[in-house]
């Protein structure tokens, strides 16, 4: 429940720039729901998840998110309440119902599952805005802002995707040559281009070397084989530079955007560590 609700305001945090920030009881409300997120994500998440990473930004920007998500389903509620109208029960079960299948019934929680939702929140934010606000020349500020922030996730997202790719290409340039006897452990983009040019995946379930094979991978890989130093011959590392205080998906950073086995927020701001690949050849 308290991932879910990081995931969806982490995921619909453009949402908070259309919020009107008025009055005390909205600001209470707020305080006192971040507060106790917080809490919650500092005791109960932040205590057993690993994290390279300062950890007090997790918890923040958990009771940030999470405060965030709270806001949207709560809003859902009282415009319902306020319209009693098919078109604001449609919005409420919208938004509700894929938090409830993204949140309880999926096997992670992922951002792409809250994708669902993104029109549902847009409409009932855009709403709320044009009943508070004047019309007037900074109308379109909280446009510019959502856009600003979410330009740069999708960079960030993209500096860390072309990591895989370029240790990829890094190991093809190397031992393309004996693609047969190179194995490599890593999932998402780093096994597609690692398949492209003939290197197989390592198998878990028979995890032996033979003689003269190449593992690679990367370090940030959860599932980590253990190599027996005596069958090591060489040993290589490189590291791979990303945006260096913003990151969706990374092991050790929080961030999870594509699961929640990565982390329990959609993406953080954080000190961002370069993303280190290693290869060893067997003897």
């Given at each position: 429940m308290l991932m879910g609700l990081a995931f969806s305001g982490g995921c619909f945090v453009s949402a908070l720039f259309f919020a009107p920030f008025r009055?005390?009881?909205?600001?209470?409300?707020?305080?006192?729901?971040?507060?106790?997120?917080?809490?919650?994500?500092?005791?109960?998440i932040c205590s057993w998840i690993y994290l390279e990473t300062a950890e007090a930004a997790v918890w923040l920007e958990g009771g940030f998110f999470a405060t965030i998500g709270a806001g949207i389903l709560a809003l859902a509620v009282i415009n319902m309440l306020h319209q009693k109208s098919a078109d604001a029960l449609l919005l409420l079960l919208w938004i509700v119902g894929t938090f409830c299948f993204a949140t309880f019934f999926n096997w992670s929680i992922t951002a792409r599952t809250f994708l669902p939702m993104a029109p549902a929140v847009t409409i009932l934010a855009i709403q709320h805005f044009e009943r508070l606000k004047k019309r007037s020349r900074l109308e379109y500020l909280p446009l510019l802002g959502a856009a600003g922030l979410s330009i740069l996730i999708a960079v960030a997202d993209y500096r860390q995707a072309n990591c895989a790719r370029d240790a990829a290409w890094l190991y093809q340039k190397r031992y393309g040559a004996e693609a047969s006897k190179v194995r490599f452990l890593g999932?998402?983009?780093?096994?597609?281009?690692?398949?492209?040019?003939?290197?197989?995946?390592?198998?878990?379930?028979?995890?032996?070397?033979?003689?003269?094979?190449?593992?690679?991978g990367p370090f940030s890989d959860p599932n980590v084989v253990h190599v027996s130093v005596e069958k090591v011959f060489t040993r290589d590392e490189s590291t791979f530079s990303t945006l260096p205080f913003?990151?969706?998906?990374?092991?050790?950073?929080?961030?999870?955007?594509?699961?929640?086995?990565?982390?329990?927020?959609?993406?953080?701001?954080?000190?961002?560590?370069p993303e280190r690949y290693y290869a060893v050849e067997t003897r």
């Open positions: 009055g005390r009881r909205l600001f209470l409300a707020a305080a006192i729901s971040f507060g106790v997120f917080a809490a919650a994500f500092k005791f109960l999932h998402w983009g780093f096994q597609y281009y690692m398949e492209q040019w003939g290197a197989k995946a390592f198998d878990r379930n028979n995890p032996k070397v033979a003689h003269g094979e190449i593992v690679v913003v990151s969706t998906f990374r092991v050790g950073t929080g961030a999870g955007f594509y699961s929640s086995f990565g982390g329990p927020l959609p993406w953080v701001i954080n000190k961002i560590p």
